[in-house]
């Protein structure tokens, strides 16, 4: 018998499975398409296993909240077809094991607190720095989530004064993922972040707005650790000047462990989803037996 985890991203689904001790014994990387062709390969791949329950972190935004009649789904996605996609019924039609469900980054910061860089600590949060911004977080052992999940990415920052974009999220312009996720850079400065490595101008204003909103993760949620990752995280220098600009920012006005140890890159590096959603899997599973 295996946990099996489905990490649902916007370009790719990864799909594993593995033994008790989250040991990975198979995965697969299949292409986001549409919904049906997509499940086919996931189901062409599940069905090779003996699955015990399965964890699935998902792409957002999704219906996390068990009171509501959508709980498992996909919602307001621009994805073509993935909006209001009955994910968590889906799976369960094909495997009647126990599933959880929750967003790629709750997964990570879980799959982070439990095997990777913030083991040992009862609370951190995970932040994607890709396509998009998205945050997700574990507060006293548990996924933080309450009638919906966080959408940590679309925190409003303070314009850099030298910086005139006006962003490109198309709710609020310029929020923190509308002027520093992967297609702000881009559209800033007209090429992709792995090819303006030695533009520094680039990674100081970036590092200014993500310090922003770790500033205000810190002071709201209190976590032990912070771990950055995603594609534009890459880009290591961004590491020592987020956190000068973080310590600017806060003053010394609050607590927090030393900077190099709380603004960290994931341990996993880019399973921590999957590990997740593994580690997941392993706990709906007991949830129900003790149920
Ligand atoms: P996704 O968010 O789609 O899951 P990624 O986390 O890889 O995927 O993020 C992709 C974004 O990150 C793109 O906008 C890309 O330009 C940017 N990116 C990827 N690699 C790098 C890099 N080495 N340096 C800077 N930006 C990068
Ligand atoms: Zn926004």
Same mark, same amino acid.
């Given at each position: 018998?295996?946990?099996?985890?489905?990490?649902?991203?916007?370009?790719?689904?990864?799909?594993? #499975?593995?033994?008790?001790?989250? #040991?990975?014994?198979?995965?697969?990387?299949?292409?986001?398409?549409?919904?049906?062709?997509?499940?086919?390969?996931?189901?062409?791949?599940?069905?090779?296993?003996? *699955?015990?329950?399965?964890?699935?972190?998902? !792409?957002?935004?999704?219906?996390?909240?068990?009171?509501?009649?959508?709980?498992?789904?996909?919602?307001?996605?621009?994805?073509? =077809?993935?909006?209001?996609? =009955? !994910?968590?019924?889906?799976? @369960?039609?094909?495997?009647? #094991?126990?599933?959880?469900?929750?967003?790629? #980054?709750?997964?990570?910061?879980?799959?982070? *607190?439990? @095997?990777?860089?913030?083991?040992?600590?009862?609370?951190?949060?995970?932040?994607?720095?890709?396509?998009?911004?998205?945050?997700?977080?574990?507060?006293?052992?548990?996924?933080?989530?309450?009638?919906?999940?966080?959408?940590?990415?679309?925190? %409003?920052?303070?314009?850099?004064?030298?910086?005139?974009?006006? &962003?490109?999220?198309?709710?609020? &312009?310029?929020?923190?993922?509308?002027?520093?996720?992967?297609?702000?850079?881009?559209?800033?400065?007209?090429?992709?972040?792995?090819?303006?490595?030695?533009?520094?101008?680039?990674?100081?204003?970036?590092?200014?707005?993500?310090?922003?909103? *770790?500033?205000?993760?810190? %002071?709201?949620?209190?976590?032990? @650790?912070?771990?950055?990752?995603? &594609?534009?995280?890459?880009?290591?220098? %961004?590491?020592?000047?987020?956190?000068?600009?973080?310590?600017?920012?806060?003053?010394?006005?609050?607590?927090?462990?030393?900077?190099?140890?709380?603004?960290?890159?994931?341990?996993?590096?880019?399973?921590? &989803?999957?590990?997740?959603?593994?580690?997941?899997?392993?706990?709906?599973?007991? =949830?129900? %037996?003790?149920?």
């Amino acid at each position: 018998m295996y946990y099996g985890a489905i990490e649902a991203g916007g370009t790719k689904f990864v799909c594993a #499975v593995s033994d008790d001790q989250f #040991v990975i014994k198979d995965r697969i990387s299949i292409p986001t398409s549409s919904p049906a062709e997509t499940l086919n390969q996931v189901f062409e791949f599940f069905d090779q296993y003996s *699955l015990k329950s399965i964890g699935i972190a998902s !792409f957002g935004p999704i219906d996390v909240n068990k009171n509501s009649k959508t709980y498992g789904y996909i919602t307001t996605t621009p994805k073509p =077809d993935w909006s209001n996609f =009955d !994910f968590v019924g889906t799976i @369960k039609d094909r495997y009647p #094991v126990a599933v959880a469900w929750t967003t790629d #980054v709750n997964a990570a910061a879980y799959g982070e *607190l439990k @095997k990777g860089n913030a083991q040992g600590c009862e609370s951190c949060l995970y932040l994607t720095v890709g396509t998009g911004i998205g945050g997700g977080a574990v507060v006293n052992g548990k996924l933080l989530e309450g009638y919906g999940h966080p959408e940590m990415g679309h925190v %409003l920052v303070r314009l850099h004064p030298e910086d005139t974009y006006e &962003g490109t999220c198309p709710y609020h &312009g310029n929020c923190l993922e509308g002027l520093a996720a992967g297609p702000a850079i881009e559209g800033r400065y007209g090429s992709k972040g792995d090819e303006l490595e030695k533009a520094d101008k680039v990674w100081e204003i970036e590092a200014y707005y993500i310090a922003q909103a *770790l500033v205000d993760y810190s %002071l709201t949620l209190r976590p032990e @650790k912070i771990i950055l990752g995603g &594609g534009v995280m890459k880009q290591k220098q %961004l590491f020592p000047l987020i956190r000068d600009e973080f310590a600017k920012l806060m003053a010394n006005y609050v607590t927090i462990p030393d900077l190099n140890e709380y603004i960290v890159a994931p341990g996993l590096g880019d399973n921590a &989803g999957v590990i997740g959603s593994l580690l997941l899997a392993a706990e709906t599973c007991e =949830d129900q %037996l003790y149920s």
